[in-house]
T-cell receptor, first 114, second 115 residues
Framework: DGGITQSPKYLFRKEGQNVTLSCEQN?????MYWYRQDPGQGLRLIYY???????QKGDIAEGYSVSREKKESFPLTVTSAQKNPTAFYLCASSPGLADYNEQFFGPGTRLTVL | SQQGEEDPQALSIQEGENATMNCSYKTSINNLQWYRQNSGRGLVHLILIRSNEREKHSGRLRVTLDTSKKSSSLLITASRAADTASYFC???????????????FGSGTQLTVLP
């Protein structure tokens, strides 16, 4: 988990509320990513960003929004439009978007909608 | 979309035995990566093997890649209870323009090493 922090570790939300998950990295990486993981499943890409002020939709972007105002930060907002938001959310970063880069992951945030 | 798929879904072995996990993928790749995830934690990168490599070692890990069969295997030798985790393969999905797009993960193999 070194270099990437996510907060909070556990988050509870009532239906109809928006919630923002924090992701910060001090690795000086250009690229950052948000994934969703459901029980017993692999990771699915929500959004990714190659550079500040730029981001692209992944496979399951509906109901989510992101911003990349600073290189170090890539917050994810889970909106009320996301039908099944309860999941484990993982943030990652890499030096660039080039395909030879490994990704470094944060510890994750477990979101539960009540 | 699932590019890589691991097999088996779950594996249980005794400490000291070797563990082999397989990954199959569908499209051409530039590299294949293996990651480990302890329960409720983030993923940790284990090893990356490029498409022009056939085998790579890192400590007790041995990875093979067969691009003709579109498959890879991860071998953990002399397993320990601390190796208990989920293991994922990941490949880059290349978009039609040829530029790298995104890392896609399989659903993982859950390895349990019994003491």
């Amino acid at each position: 988990d070194g270099g990437i922090t996510q907060s909070p570790k556990y988050l509870f939300r009532k239906e109809g509320q928006n919630v923002t998950l924090s992701c910060e990295q001090n690795l000086n990486h250009d690229a950052m990513y948000w994934y969703r993981q459901d029980p017993g499943q692999g990771l699915r890409l929500i959004y990714y960003s190659q550079i500040v002020n730029d981001f692209q939709k992944g496979d399951i972007a509906e109901g989510y929004s992101v911003s990349r105002e600073k290189k170090e930060s890539f917050p994810l907002t889970v909106t009320s439009a996301q039908k099944n938001p309860t999941a484990f959310y993982l943030c990652a970063s890499s030096p660039g978007l080039a395909d030879y880069n490994e990704q470094f992951f944060g510890p994750g945030t477990r979101l539960t909608v009540l | 979309s699932q590019q890589g798929e691991e097999d088996p879904q779950a594996l249980s072995i005794q400490e000291g035995e070797n563990a082999t996990m397989n990954c199959s993928y569908k499209t051409s790749i530039n590299n294949l990566q293996w990651y480990r995830q302890n329960s409720g934690r983030g993923l940790v990168h284990l090893i990356l093997i490029r498409s022009n490599e056939r085998e790579k070692h890192s400590g007790r890990l041995r990875v093979t890649l067969d691009t003709s069969k579109k498959s890879s295997s991860l071998l953990i030798t002399a397993s320990r209870a601390a190796d208990t985790a989920s293991y994922f393969c990941a490949t880059i999905l290349i978009n039609p323009s040829g530029s790298a797009r995104q890392l896609t993960f399989g659903s993982g193999t859950q390895l349990t090493v019994l003491p």
